[in-house]
C-alpha cells in the first residue's frame, strides 16, 4: 500500500497534504508550515483528530520540509510514498496541464523564474527536498497558470511591440488551482451554471478574479505577475506603470526595492499602516483601516463588473479564499454597487457564510476552495490511477 503527498509552497509558507491513492484521493491529514525564516510554527490536522500547534523556530523551505516529512511519518504507518505532487506557480505559455518533474523539465521551469521570482524558487526548492527524501517517487507539479491557457489573445496581450509577446511577456493569470476545483464543484453540483457564466472572486492574502465561460477561463484579473488587479495583503494590485517610472527616476528606488515595495509593503499593509490581515482591519477603530476597507471594496466590486464584461454577462458570482469564504461584510459591501447586475446579498444567510447568499436573480455563493485536493488528483493521475480530468 502507498499514499501521496502534496506540497503547496509559498514564500513563507509550506501547506501540505496526506491522501490515499484511491480514484478520489481521501484526505488524511492536512496541515502548514507557516511564518518561515526565524520564528516558523507547524499547524497538523489528521482527520477526525485535533488540530495540533509546534513551534519550529528559525527554519528555511528545505527544514520546513524536513518537518513536515516527520510529522506525518507516523500517519503513514509504514506505507511507501508513491508520488509528491507539488504547486508550481509558473508553467510558462505552453504547460496547460500536470507534468511528471524530471531533470529537464525542473530545468525549464528554473527558467521561469524571472517571471515568478518571488514564489517559483520556493517552489522548486520543495521539488528538490522531497526528490531527496523520497526518490523513488513520481514527482508532480501542478501550475497555477495552466488554468487560464487558453484565453483569447485579447485577454492575454499587452499594448507593446509585438516581439515582447512572442517573449512571453503577456497576461498568464494566477491562482488556477484554485479555479479548476471551483469549477469542478459547479460541474457537479451545478451543471446549469456551470454551462453559463461564472465570475469567481479568490479572495484571500493573494487575490484576483476570473471570468469562466463553460467552465473554461476566459479573462482574469492578475496578468503577467501576481501584482495586477486587485489590491492584496501586501501587493499593491493594479498600478500605473508610471508610478514605477517615477519611483526609478524621482525617488531613486532600484529593481530589488520597488519590488520588495511592490510586493511586501503596499495593499492592505500600506494604506492602512496598521495590518495586511482583513480580520483585523475589520476590527479596527483607525480611520486608515477604514479608508484600506474602502479602497479594497471599490477595486473588488470593479473588478467583479469588468469579469462580467468580459463575460458578455453573469450568470453566477463565486466567492472562494480566506476573505471571499469568511469576511460578510466585504462581501456585502461589494456587491452593493453591484445591484444593476442582478447581484444582491441576502443578510441572514450571508453573516452565516451560507453556500447560498444570494437575494437577487443572480446565484451568490460561497465555495471553500482546496487547491491541494487538485494537487493531489494530478499526482494520482499520473501515477496512472485514474485520468487528470476525471
Known sequence: ????????????????????????????????????????????????????????????????????????????????????????????????????????????LSALIPLAPLHQPHNLAAVQAARAAFPDAVQVAAFDTAFHRGHPWVNDTFALPRRYYARGVRRYGFHGLSYDYISGVLARDYPDLAAGRVVVAHLGNGASICAMKAGRSVGSTMGFSALDGLPMGTRSGQLDPGVVLYLMDQEGLNADQIMRLLYHESGLKGLSGISHDM???????????KQAIDYYVFRLAREIGAMAAVLGGIDA?????????????????????????????????????????????????????DEERIIARATVAALGLRRADT
Do not use: C
Request: aromatic fraction near 2%; charge should be negative; proline fraction near 6%.
Open 1 to 108: 500500500m502507498s499514499v501521496i503527498l502534496t506540497l503547496n509552497a509559498g514564500s513563507s509558507s509550506i501547506k501540505f497534504g496526506l491522501y490515499d491513492t484511491s480514484a478520489e484521493p481521501v484526505e488524511e491529514l492536512t496541515g502548514q508550515v507557516d511564518a518561515l525564516g526565524s520564528n516558523a510554527q507547524m499547524e497538523l490536522q489528521p482527520k477526525g483528530a485535533s488540530l495540533t500547534r509546534e513551534a519550529l523556530g528559525p527554519t528555511d523551505h528545505t527544514g520546513g520540509v524536513q518537518a513536515i516529512l516527520s510529522a506525518i511519518a507516523p500517519y503513514r504507518a509504514g506505507r511507501a510514498i508513491a508520488g509528491v505532487g507539488h504547486r508550481v506557480v509558473h508553467g510558462g505559455p505552453d504547460l496547460a496541464a500536470p507534468v511528471r518533474l524530471d531533470d529537464a523539465m525542473i530545468a525549464r
Open 279 to 289: 480580520r483585523t482591519l475589520l476590527a479596527a477603530h483607525a480611520e486608515e483601516a
Open 317 to 369: 458570482l463565486v466567492f472562494a479564499g480566506g476573505i471571499g469564504e469568511h469576511a460578510a461584510p466585504i462581501r456585502a459591501r461589494a456587491l452593493e454597487r453591484l445591484e444593476f447586475l442582478g447581484l444582491s446579498i441576502a443578510p441572514e444567510a450571508n453573516a452565516a457564510n451560507a453556500t447560498q447568499i444570494g437575494a437577487g436573480r443572480v446565484p451568490v455563493m460561497v465555495i471553500p476552495t
